[in-house]
């Protein structure tokens, strides 16, 4: 049987679809670009203005379940295959996968009735995906992954409740977002504390000193925490014992991140803005416990954004631009554009994580600052990345 790498390498249909990341990070950044300034317009404008549906549930849903979804196939379905030995999903399975996706973009954008259509045409693209991942993993008895496999599962869900509870209560569905929201912090805390020390460790092996620490005890004593803490978070919210855990498990996050030597790594970006993005998850946990204890001094929605905007935003970034030079065969290096990215949406997820603090007649223009340099970031990418993910890799062109 072919091997992964050999399975890619015999693929001679569009280069788009040799690859899940290729169209899953290219289309997720596009969307990121494009869902940012509908919500921003529809706000400013008043839901009438707008031929579509871009409210704020559709903001809220189309960040977790529609962003995030996309780039956690993408970074999946290129990452399985090398954990499982199994064949990757390329070509018309791929279009397949990426075509329900899409669908369920459209179905966001333009709902009908019956008004629960859309919810359930939207559900089918994360079912399906978790329902592979599983597959995947049990059939390549990769049972490390089995906690990969549970997260997905539950993404799923949560955006299946989140449609059911918005048809039957209407209303934002609180339990679905944070449940959503919980599992995409969890699996920045799970496989960005493999790949962040394992690059990192790959980096400084070829300049000497130290290197970060090995998993240990103490790695998984932190994941037990977060994952106790985002559970009661996604449960129960403000109740003090979920928010006790919260920042208890953002303190430990923070020393685990310490282990990791990431002030070593400045002179490479593409490995320090993992630990920038590890270091937004540590800290959109203590804010979300100090939100629980403090709420007047401490507003809920800063936390929230610190999760959304920082953590999944950086850090997905940050795994995007790494993998995409990778797997196109580029060098792994991050040049001037890749370092304005880094900036624009660190710049964005700082000030939209601000704007809850300052005085409530700054708060909107100074969200639409945030909400355009984060979108700009995710559209730079596609921009630069984007030719990229089109093309076949340079060194298989022969």
């Not at 189309?62 to 090398?82: H, K």
């Not at 973009?105 to 359930?120: C, E, H, N, Y």
């Not at 937004?280 to 929230?304: H, K, M, N, T």
């Not at 704007?355 to 409530?360: E, G, H, Q, R, S």
Request: aromatic content about 10%; overall charge positive; hydrophobic content about 60%.
């Amino acid at each position: 049987m072919a091997t992964s790498a050999e399975q890619i390498r015999a693929y001679r249909g569009p280069p788009l679809f040799s690859l899940g990341l290729r169209p899953f990070f290219l289309l997720g950044a596009i969307w990121a670009a494009t869902a940012i300034p509908l919500w921003i317009a529809t706000y400013a404008l008043g839901s009438d203005a707008m031929p579509i549906e871009a409210g704020l549930t559709f903001h809220v849903h189309e960040m977790v379940f529609g962003y995030g979804s996309a780039i956690v196939a993408g970074f999946l379905l290129t990452a399985v295959p090398n954990w499982t030995g199994r064949l990757p999903v390329c070509g018309l399975p791929l279009v397949a996968l990426v075509a329900l996706w899409l669908v369920g973009r459209i179905a966001m954008l333009f709902q009908s009735d019956p008004v629960w259509l859309a919810g359930a045409i939207e559900s089918i693209f994360l079912i399906v995906f978790a329902g592979l991942i599983w597959r995947e993993v049990i059939a390549g008895k990769n049972t490390r992954n089995l906690k990969v496999a549970g997260a997905v599962t539950l993404l799923a869900l949560a955006n299946v409740g989140f449609h059911w509870s918005a048809f039957v209560s209407g209303g934002l569905p609180q339990l679905a977002i944070r449940t959503g929201l919980a599992a995409l912090i969890f699996l920045i805390l799970l496989i960005g504390g493999r790949i962040t020390p394992s690059f990192t460790r790959n980096w400084l092996a070829k300049r000497g000193g130290a290197m970060p620490a090995s998993f240990d005890r103490f790695d998984g004593v932190v994941l037990l925490v977060s994952l106790a803490a985002l559970a009661a978070w996604a449960v129960v919210e403000d109740v003090a014992f979920a928010s006790g855990l919260l920042g208890l498990a953002g303190i430990l996050n923070a020393i685990r991140l310490t282990r990791w030597q990431g002030h070593r790594t400045l002179a490479e970006p593409l490995v320090t803005i993992l630990h920038i993005g590890y270091a937004w998850a540590a800290l959109a946990l203590l804010l979300l416990g100090l939100s629980g204890f403090f709420p007047a001094g401490v507003p809920r929605v800063a936390g929230l954004h610190a999760a959304g905007a920082g953590a999944v935003g950086v850090m997905t970034l940050a795994v995007m631009s790494r993998a995409s030079l990778g797997h196109t065969g580029h060098v792994l290096h991050a040049g001037w554009g890749t370092v304005l990215i880094y900036i624009a949406v660190n710049l964005g997820a700082i000030i939209r994580v601000a704007a809850p603090f300052l005085d409530t007649s700054l708060q909107a223009s100074v969200n639409h600052v945030a909400g355009g340099l984060w979108a700009g970031a995710f559209l730079l990418f596609a921009a630069l990345y984007g030719p990229r993910l089109l093309a076949p890799r340079p060194d298989r062109l022969t």
